[in-house]
């Protein structure tokens, strides 16, 4: 176990996930020729091939990276992220690049996606409860792909807004303001629709009037839409609407236990991706009677398996200063950690590799001893921590050291190394100082580190 600054420990985290399983993505998007697809992963945002394989990290934070979607050339990523504590929209590049946070509201954001308008400028639409509304439901917005204040799609209530693909009109979702697709078979007055505006004039029309849920509508085509919806087997389809005089609806999955629960269709129509529970599919749009495929995917190993970073501050059970004032010891998770007291320093774990108990930390009064009680072997014994080196003698060391031209080697962290280093090869053309002060242990022990428990500017 190793520890890092601050009261962060990092823990093994081994159980949590084996390297290279891909568990639970959610929220795919897929690129406008259907070549690749972003998905969101333990929290983060990641980019595969179509046909699955080796995914690529494309983010990286503490806070969830969510939905996104695709600019219509391909080249840039809008998404939802709570990184600054609400649902607010970033853009980055395909890569992950340049990144950039395009709206700064206290409220969430939701359903982004790209599109463009009817004078071909590439925009993006996203929905939320940013007004005070007596009847508290999302509101359809547009906003400009460099960000800036947005504006009203419509004054209707509405989620999850869709541009044609010719910008004159939009689709989008009612209803659903106390409820969603986790809740199953709803039926009431609460129930999901899709509805159709064309945008500069006062039509609006409803393309679904049931009881039960349809909702999420996406573009195929000028004339054809893909929306989800429990019609049948009271199970979430997919299932496709042509913008005829009749408005056609054509079943196009059979799920009949688990049900969709989120899809894209790429901007040529060719494709669309489905999220069922643990699984993404593709589903090819352009053959007839086409069924899901699943897709395989994997991830790197980038440590977060192997590590987890818990805060420690709060579980803190007791607590020793040295007798000098400049040193913190602590039992927090039962084990003995070691700081100096200035802010920036790091954290170090004095008992590594152990699930044993510790407690009734004391030092010797020379500070050069720490003293704890622990159960590792059934009962309560007293063990001790001894200081290799003393504050002191690591500074006397690194000054002499400096002063003859040579750098001492650093100390890089690992509590399972001794801070005594081994003994540099002598430089046969180096004199000796024979005014320099000499400390015959230090001599025996060759150059030292520098001083691990020391203040360290923050990265």
Same mark, same amino acid.
């Given at each position: 176990?190793?520890?890092?600054?601050?009261?962060?420990?990092?823990?093994?985290?081994?159980?949590?996930?084996?390297?290279?399983?891909?568990?639970?993505?959610?929220?795919?998007?897929?690129?406008?020729?259907?070549?690749?697809?972003?998905?969101?992963?333990?929290?983060?945002?990641?980019?595969?091939?179509?046909?699955?394989?080796?995914?690529?990290?494309?983010?990286?934070?503490?806070?969830?990276?969510?939905?996104?979607?695709?600019?219509? @050339?391909?080249?840039?990523?809008?998404?939802?992220?709570?990184?600054?504590? %609400?649902?607010?929209?970033?853009?980055?590049?395909?890569?992950?690049?340049?990144?950039?946070?395009?709206?700064?509201?206290?409220?969430?954001?939701?359903?982004?996606?790209?599109?463009?308008?009817?004078?071909?400028?590439?925009?993006?639409?996203?929905?939320? $409860?940013?007004?005070?509304?007596? &009847?508290?439901?999302?509101?359809?917005?547009?906003?400009?792909?460099?960000?800036?204040? &947005?504006?009203?799609?419509?004054?209707?209530?509405?989620?999850?807004?869709?541009?044609?693909?010719?910008?004159?009109?939009?689709?989008?979702?009612?209803?659903?303001? %106390?409820?969603?697709?986790?809740?199953?078979?709803?039926?009431?007055?609460?129930? $999901?629709?899709?509805?159709?505006?064309?945008?500069?004039? @006062?039509?609006?029309?409803?393309?679904?009037?049931?009881?039960?849920?349809?909702? $999420?509508?996406?573009?195929?085509?000028?004339?054809?839409?893909?929306?989800?919806?429990?019609?049948?087997?009271?199970?979430?389809?997919?299932?496709?609407?042509?913008?005829?005089?009749?408005?056609?609806?054509?079943?196009?999955?059979?799920?009949?236990?688990?049900?969709?629960?989120?899809?894209?269709?790429?901007?040529?129509?060719?494709?669309?991706?489905?999220?069922?529970?643990?699984?993404?599919?593709?589903?090819?749009?352009?053959?007839?009677?086409?069924?899901?495929?699943?897709?395989?995917?994997?991830?790197?190993?980038?440590?977060?398996?192997?590590?987890?970073?818990?805060?420690?501050?709060?579980?803190?059970?007791?607590?020793?200063?040295?007798?000098?004032?400049?040193? $913190?010891? &602590?039992?927090? %998770?039962?084990?003995?950690?070691?700081?100096?007291?200035?802010?920036?320093?790091?954290?170090?774990?004095?008992?590594?590799?152990?699930?044993?108990?510790?407690?009734?930390?004391?030092?010797?009064?020379?500070?050069?001893?720490? &003293?704890?009680?622990?159960?590792?072997?059934?009962?309560?014994?007293?063990?001790?921590?001894?200081?290799?080196?003393?504050?002191?003698?690591?500074?006397?060391?690194?000054?002499?050291?400096?002063?003859?031209?040579?750098?001492?080697?650093?100390?890089?962290? @690992?509590?399972?190394?001794?801070?005594?280093?081994?003994?540099?090869?002598?430089?046969?053309?180096?004199?000796?100082?024979? @005014?320099?002060?000499?400390?015959?242990?230090?001599?025996?022990?060759?150059?030292?580190?520098?001083?691990?428990?020391?203040?360290?500017?923050?990265?």
């Amino acid at each position: 176990m190793t520890t890092l600054g601050g009261l962060l420990a990092s823990l093994p985290a081994g159980v949590l996930a084996q390297s290279g399983q891909v568990g639970l993505p959610r929220f795919p998007s897929i690129s406008p020729d259907g070549s690749e697809l972003i998905f969101s992963w333990r929290g983060d945002l990641w980019r595969v091939a179509t046909e699955g394989g080796e995914a690529v990290r494309l983010t990286r934070h503490n806070l969830d990276d969510l939905h996104s979607s695709w600019s219509p @050339d391909g080249e840039w990523i809008v998404f939802a992220s709570m990184r600054d504590g %609400y649902l607010n929209l970033w853009r980055m590049r395909r890569d992950g690049s340049q990144l950039m946070q395009l709206t700064h509201g206290d409220q969430h954001l939701r359903n982004p996606a790209f599109g463009r308008d009817a004078n071909g400028e590439t925009v993006i639409t996203f929905s939320g $409860m940013l007004e005070a509304d007596v &009847y508290r439901d999302q509101r359809p917005y547009l906003l400009s792909a460099e960000g800036g204040e &947005y504006t009203r799609l419509h004054d209707a209530f509405g989620s999850e807004p869709q541009l044609s693909p010719d910008g004159r009109s939009v689709v989008f979702t009612r209803g659903g303001a %106390y409820h969603d697709w986790n809740r199953r078979h709803y039926r009431g007055p609460d129930a $999901m629709n899709v509805w159709l505006h064309e945008l500069g004039t @006062d039509r609006f029309e409803p393309l679904t009037e049931r009881d039960g849920d349809d909702g $999420m509508a996406r573009w195929v085509d000028e004339d054809t839409l893909l929306f989800m919806s429990d019609r049948e087997d009271q199970t979430v389809n997919l299932y496709r609407m042509e913008l005829d005089a009749e408005r056609t609806i054509e079943r196009l999955t059979q799920f009949d236990e688990r049900d969709l629960q989120y899809f894209d269709v790429s901007r040529d129509g060719s494709t669309a991706v489905l999220q069922v529970w643990d699984t993404l599919l593709t589903l090819d749009l352009e053959e007839e009677d086409a069924q899901p495929e699943s897709i395989a995917l994997r991830a790197p190993d980038d440590g977060r398996d192997t590590h987890a970073l818990r805060r420690i501050d709060r579980d803190i059970s007791e607590a020793a200063l040295s007798p000098d004032g400049q040193t $913190m010891a &602590y039992v927090a %998770y039962g084990r003995v950690y070691l700081r100096h007291v200035d802010e920036q320093s790091p954290t170090l774990l004095v008992t590594p590799g152990t699930h044993a108990r510790h407690h009734s930390l004391a030092w010797s009064p020379d500070g050069l001893r720490l &003293y704890f009680v622990n159960d590792a072997d059934g009962s309560e014994s007293i063990y001790q921590a001894h200081v290799t080196l003393t504050r002191e003698e690591v500074r006397r060391s690194h000054e002499r050291q400096r002063a003859r031209g040579r750098v001492s080697h650093r100390w890089d962290g @690992d509590p399972t190394v001794s801070l005594a280093a081994a003994s540099p090869a002598e430089d046969p053309d180096r004199e000796d100082d024979p @005014d320099a002060e000499l400390d015959p242990d230090l001599a025996v022990r060759g150059e030292e580190p520098e001083d691990p428990f020391a203040p360290r500017i923050p990265d």
